[in-house]
């Protein structure tokens, strides 16, 4: 997503009349709006265990599908939104959604398998290409000094995603018919469609980079790469950096457990599942709001934040992966079906908090870790679609492990764990090694001291707005992530 954005310089800088639908705000909005309909709706989809299946085998076959196409469009996105501009990639990211989730309502109903496939090539596609547009959206077109308010209307949008589609769940779920194994109703994928079919339209309300009216008058500027080759050229350098290979593995790791929605399926009813799918996300949420309150204390130096905060994260995946296992061999012995009435569901529950609680805290962390590398907007996008690659080939990996009904889930779980413990070292190589780039942009003139409200020269980002990038650049959602 190589897409660097500069600012006009102030020089003969004249302020013309704003109009509201090319206003930053505006923008914003039209972001945080497909965010919240596209894959905000998807991952309430997936908080329910399954996508809301009674078994989980087809679609964790359909979802790494999804990731598999979703990790190469993350990856190579950035020269086609380069040719055919922001807005309409950010359409063409949206028009899979609703496909995907009709397929799941075809095969909730009629018990077709083929279009659940064909909805999972459409999304991967369409998922990859949202990616690949809306991190230069969210980033380049507000004015610098608004960058982290804008970022965190972008945040909450994604995270009222799957909320509100947990509560449309547990609403349509919830009555004593519900209380046993099963699926959810196939009214609940009509209202899921019905929705994601606006994110498309709503995508193409986005302003062109050059049309977009700043409060302070400067203008956006989209400087693509001189030619693919130069592109995909930038991006095997940055794949190639030590420090990059040595975050390989803890890549992979961060949302490599999808044994999660399994879990789910296996030992919680309907409504239960609904619940969960609901309550769990304030729990994410909680574990990226005390994160990113560690890595923005002012009190301690950059370096010693992201120290802390790696054995932070490992502290809470020690707690998660142990209480995991005892409860699982438990569960192995005798297996439940949990309705929320049960006295053994907190329990249970607390399993799938305790993995999604740390492993929100480890990616927080991660965003944060490879934006203190650069202060140059170009490769923190650049790493960042690396970063989310890597994610999605794992979670592809992950759903492709869990296509199969393994005894009490050991097989699953034993993967999760070895991988964690070896990406433990070199992750924490990478940390010893770092030196964050921490060279603040100073004024020199009084002109110049307009920088934060973007009207002095072409610059990169400073430390502060490139921590608030790492902070604010996290999904909100259990176990799979878009």
């Known amino acids: 997503m190589s897409i660097p954005v500069e600012i006009e310089p102030s020089v003969g800088l004249t302020k013309e009349k704003r109009v509201w639908y090319h206003t930053t705000l505006f923008n914003a909005f039209v972001i945080g709006g497909v965010g919240f309909i596209a894959p905000g709706l998807w991952n ?176 956006v500027i989209i400087k693509a790469e001189t030619s693919v080759t130069g592109e995909l050229k930038a991006l095997w350098i940055a794949c190639k950096r030590k420090d990059i290979l040595l975050l390989l593995p803890i890549f992979w790791a961060v949302y490599f457990n999808q044994y999660s929605s399994n879990f789910q399926s296996y030992y919680f009813g309907v409504r239960a599942r609904a619940l969960i799918g609901f309550v769990g996300n304030f729990g994410s949420l909680l574990s990226s709001q005390l994160m990113s309150a560690l890595l923005d204390y002012k009190g301690l130096p950059v370096k010693k934040r992201i120290a802390v905060g790696y054995w932070y994260v490992v502290v809470w995946h020690v707690i998660a992966w142990t209480y995991g296992w005892v409860i699982q061999e438990k569960y192995t012995r005798n297996p439940p079906a949990y309705d929320w009435e049960d006295r053994g569901f907190v329990e249970a529950f607390f399993v799938l908090i305790l993995w999604d609680f740390a492993r929100q805290a480890l990616q927080n962390w991660l965003y944060y870790f490879v934006a203190s590398k650069t202060d140059n907007i170009s490769e923190l996008t650049r790493f960042s679609g690396i970063l989310r690659g890597q994610e999605s080939f794992a979670q592809a990996v992950s759903f492709g492990l869990n296509t199969q009904k393994w005894v009490g889930g050991r097989v699953p779980l034993a993967v999760n764990t070895i991988l964690l413990g070896l990406a433990a070292f070199p992750t924490w190589l990478a940390v010893r090694d770092h030196v964050p780039v921490e060279q603040d942009v100073k004024p020199i003139s009084d002109n110049d001291s307009h920088v934060e409200e973007g009207l002095a020269v072409p610059r990169s980002l400073d430390v502060d707005e490139k921590e608030k990038f790492a902070i604010e650049k996290t999904g909100v959602g259990n176990d799979a992530a878009m």
């Open 44 to 219: 309430a989809m997936s908080n329910l265990g399954a996508g809301g299946a009674q078994e989980p085998y087809l679609v964790n076959a359909a979802n790494a599908l999804v990731f598999g196409i979703m990790g190469f469009l993350c990856l190579f996105g950035a020269p086609l939104a380069n040719r055919i501009g922001l807005s309409w990639t950010l359409f063409l990211g949206a028009i899979g959604y609703p496909v995907y989730s009709g397929g799941l309502y075809t095969n909730n109903r009629y018990g077709n398998e083929w279009f659940v496939l064909v909805g999972a090539v459409a999304c991967g596609l369409s998922a990859g290409l949202f990616w690949a547009s809306e991190g230069a959206i969210a980033l380049g077109y507000p004015e610098p000094g608004k960058r982290g308010r804008y970022l965190n209307i972008w945040l909450w949008f994604r995270t009222g995603g799957p909320i509100v589609g947990g509560a449309i769940v547990l609403a349509l779920n919830n009555d004593a018919h519900a209380k046993a194994k099963g699926k959810v109703g196939y009214q609940t994928y009509l209202v899921f469609i019905a929705l994601q079919c606006v994110a498309a339209p709503l995508a193409l309300l986005l302003s062109p980079p050059e049309k977009v009216q700043r409060s302070d008058g400067s203008k």
